[in-house]
């Protein structure tokens, strides 16, 4: 059973430039979370996608925005990079439905570097 | 506003002694709490949980926290470390977000634990 996966692992950019990363989510799973990890903090929310739709947003500018696909996977784009957009970007899925708190499962995340 | 404070940036301990991570954090309702784990260049591995029931969780790879709601905390304990436990270690809070999928999760800045041999 496949975990969360994320493309591509590494990749480097230069300030104003857009990027776009993927994730396809833990199999069964249908709701996609996006986090930005910079380096030495804990991870920041950005989104969250469920049935193609932002659900929930964090405190981040509209130069980040989402997609989510109608097979679960999902994407981030950064547009108008900055160089304190560079950090490790973790997608996590879950399974809505219910009432019930579901587990989060991360990706091994992707590692973007701004110059 | 939830937020989640871990005082301790980094903590060393010798391999075989007990190990204990504060975690303190402000929520509005019941949270639901969390501790994962990250190795370097890894993503995040959850240890264990807490929904509500029994104030001590126990977790994976021998770790337990304890929930005190009088003290806002939830702090990790382990009685005996092994090495392979050197990573970073970050506890969050959860919030439900309209009764689906829980919505956000707030970290904390990490603690740091290196184990000496």
């Known amino acids: 059973d496949a975990g969360v996966t994320q493309s591509p692992t590494h990749l480097i950019k230069t300030r104003g430039q857009q990027v776009t990363l993927r994730c396809s989510p833990k199999?069964?799973?249908?709701?996609v979370s996006w986090y930005q990890q910079a380096l030495g903090q804990g991870p920041q929310f950005i989104f969250q996608?469920?049935?193609?739709?932002?659900?929930q947003r964090g405190n981040f500018p509209d130069r980040f925005s989402g997609h989510q696909f109608p097979n679960y996977s999902s994407e981030l784009n950064v547009n108008a990079l900055l160089l304190g957009d560079s950090a490790l970007y973790l997608c996590?899925?879950?399974?809505?439905?219910?009432?019930?708190?579901?587990?989060?499962?991360f990706g091994e995340g992707s590692r973007l570097t701004v110059l | 506003a939830q937020s989640v404070t871990q005082p301790d940036i980094h903590i060393t301990v010798s391999e075989g002694a007990s190990l204990e991570l504060r975690c303190n954090y402000s929520?509005?309702?019941?949270?639901?709490l969390f501790w994962y784990v990250q190795s370097p260049g890894q993503g995040l591995q959850l240890l264990l949980k807490?929904?509500?029931?029994?104030?001590l969780v126990q977790g994976i790879k021998g770790f337990e926290a304890e929930f005190k709601r009088s003290q806002s905390s939830f702090n990790l304990r382990k009685p005996s470390v092994h090495w392979s436990d050197a990573a970073e270690y970050f506890c969050?809070?959860?919030?439900?977000?309209?009764?689906?999928?829980?919505?956000?999760?707030?970290f904390g800045q990490g603690t740091i634990l290196t184990v000496h041999p």
């Open positions: 996608y469920y049935e193609e739709e932002e659900r």
């Open positions: 996590a899925s879950s399974l809505a439905g219910g009432a019930a708190l579901r587990e989060l499962f």
């Open positions: 969050a809070v959860g919030a439900r977000a309209g009764g689906t999928s829980y919505g956000k999760l707030t």
């Open positions: 929520y509005g309702a019941t949270p639901y």
């Open positions: 807490y929904f509500s029931g029994d104030t």
């Open positions: 199999s069964g799973h249908d709701t």
